[in-house]
């Protein structure tokens, strides 16, 4: 529903230029009412986005600060109204989070689609059939929620897709060698019967991954592919600005013989990683005989360990699901030859709790940049100060960001609780992390006014001009 709202307000704005829109309310107003008495007219479209409207709920109930709050990005996502638990391990996104996992995903399929992705949607429900046929019906245990429909079938909630994508491919008889690599991939809500769900967003039972699935011809070609999927991960996190390691994993029950993790290191990770202080080698410790301190790549290193979370999960899967579904294409020579596969996951949901995890103080959210929920905040002064004309100057600036930046477009939010000082409004504009706030007070009335801005990422603070202002935040990329 949010999204919908989200998308029709978006739609409007920048489709209408400003003045007919304007236009549109005041003919609007003007229409005589057939009967005024029981008609309220509706409220005009607000363009710009204020503070005082977004629903963003503080979640966190007094005294639980201390106690239950398991890790840094769950309280701080609970404290700035960004989530709100439903059952365990499962969360609303409520509408400041979900616009900058929108961005995320906007990201992700921009990679994704350079790579020649291309992006479908699979069902949710899966019937059992396709995973007795793999063998992992039994293999996933306690992991997959499973249901049975009105007549006793047996379906899971997908928490992966190996079965479903190779299946769609084997029903295709007339895929030819021409149409390979085939990459198809999904963003979508995936499904895990967690025994302890914790962390918040980072081990729930319901939560978002979009997953890649490659079709080739050969394993030469398949492991190209791998490649170039595992290049796209590291400038998806490059792009976040992002600290992360690349490192040998284990295929555990996806399979394969060629599998590598993403990590972002934490200490709250729960991934163990080696790393060789001689060399280039990672591997997460599930990989390395027990208890190796010495380097298997160049055996000089020592193996030092640390900790990660999980973001993306790469794996060379060969014909494993290929040859049970008889996914076949039709080769050069004109003869059916089974496809080679690949198999790649990024959590989104992940991803957007782990950054807040590592780039946050302990009261303060950190984006990474290009996914912040909003990328600046304009605080005019309080009500009844000496600078409330300046009030009238803040509107004036969101509306010049808005009309002269095309990047910020949607982006810019004025923060007009004026019946509360400057300093509690820059507490909590803190606290949510807008990379960039713009304080409207009394050196904005001067004749060439001057405006007070925040720049989050150096701390620092900087008086700038209309035009300074404007040269700031016109190189504010966004997505
Ligand atoms: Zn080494």
């Known amino acids: 529903m949010e999204v919908l709202i989200h998308l ?18 005041r003919s609007h107003h003007c229409t005589p009412q057939p009967s005024p008495s029981i008609h309220t007219p509706s409220k005009p479209v607000m363009p710009t986005p204020l503070v005082s409207r977004l629903f963003q709920p503080s979640n966190l109930r007094e005294g639980q600060e201390a106690g239950d ?3 840094r990005s769950q309280r701080l996502m609970l404290q700035a109204g960004l989530i709100h638990l439903s059952n365990p391990g499962c969360f609303y996104y409520l509408p400041v989070a979900l616009r900058s996992m929108e961005k995320l995903v906007r990201l992700i399929d921009e990679e994704m689609q350079a790579i020649g992705g291309q992006k479908v949607d699979m069902p949710a429900l899966c019937g059992a059939e396709l995973w007795k046929r793999s063998g992992r019906w039994e293999l996933m245990g306690k992991e997959m929620f499973r249901l049975q429909d009105r007549h006793n079938v047996d379906y899971c909630l997908g928490p992966t897709h190996e079965e479903a994508v190779t299946e769609l491919l084997a029903s295709q008889s007339t895929l030819s060698y021409k149409q390979l690599p085939l990459l198809l991939y999904q963003v979508t809500r ?29 394993e030469e070609a398949a492991l190209h592919t791998y490649h170039s999927v595992c290049h796209s991960y590291r400038r998806i996190l490059d792009r976040l600005c992002l600290k992360w390691v690349q490192v040998q994993a284990d295929t555990g029950n996806i399979g394969g013989t060629l599998s590598h993790e993403f990590h972002l290191p934490a200490d709250i990770g729960e991934d163990r990683l080696l790393m060789c202080g001689n060399c280039d080698f990672s591997a997460n410790v599930e990989t390395v005989a027990l208890g190796q301190t010495d380097c298997p790549q160049c055996h000089t290193g020592t193996l030092t360990e640390s900790k990660g979370i999980e973001v993306g999960h790469t794996f060379y899967l060969g014909t494993k699901y290929s040859k049970v579904f008889n996914a076949t294409f039709t080769n050069a020579q004109n003869k059916l030859s089974v496809s080679e596969m690949g198999c790649f996951g990024l959590g989104v949901t992940r991803i957007l709790a782990a950054s807040i995890e590592v780039l946050s103080s302990e009261d303060s959210i950190r984006w990474p940049g290009l996914i912040a929920p909003y990328q600046v905040c304009v605080l005019p002064p309080k009500k009844g100060s000496k600078t409330n004309e300046a009030t009238h100057m803040a509107e004036k600036l969101v509306e010049s960001l808005e009309n002269n930046l095309p990047n910020l477009k949607g982006e810019v939010v004025l923060d007009d609780r004026t019946q509360l000082t400057i300093g509690k409004r820059l507490k909590d504009t803190n606290r949510l992390g807008y990379p960039y706030v713009v304080v409207v007070g009394q050196k904005a009335m001067e004749e060439h006014p001057v405006f007070e801005v925040l720049c989050q990422k150096s701390g620092e603070t900087i008086f700038l001009s209309t035009d300074g202002l404007l040269d700031l935040l016109g190189g504010v990329e966004t997505i």
């Open 69 to 71: 709050m398991t890790c």
């Open 8 to 25: 029709c307000h978006h739609k409007l704005h920048t489709l209408l230029p400003r003045a007919l829109s304007r236009a549109c309310r």
């Open 190 to 218: 995936k499904f895990r019967d967690e025994q302890k769900p914790k962390f918040g967003l980072l081990r729930g039972r319901e939560f978002y991954m979009k997953d890649m699935y490659s079709f080739d011809v050969s």
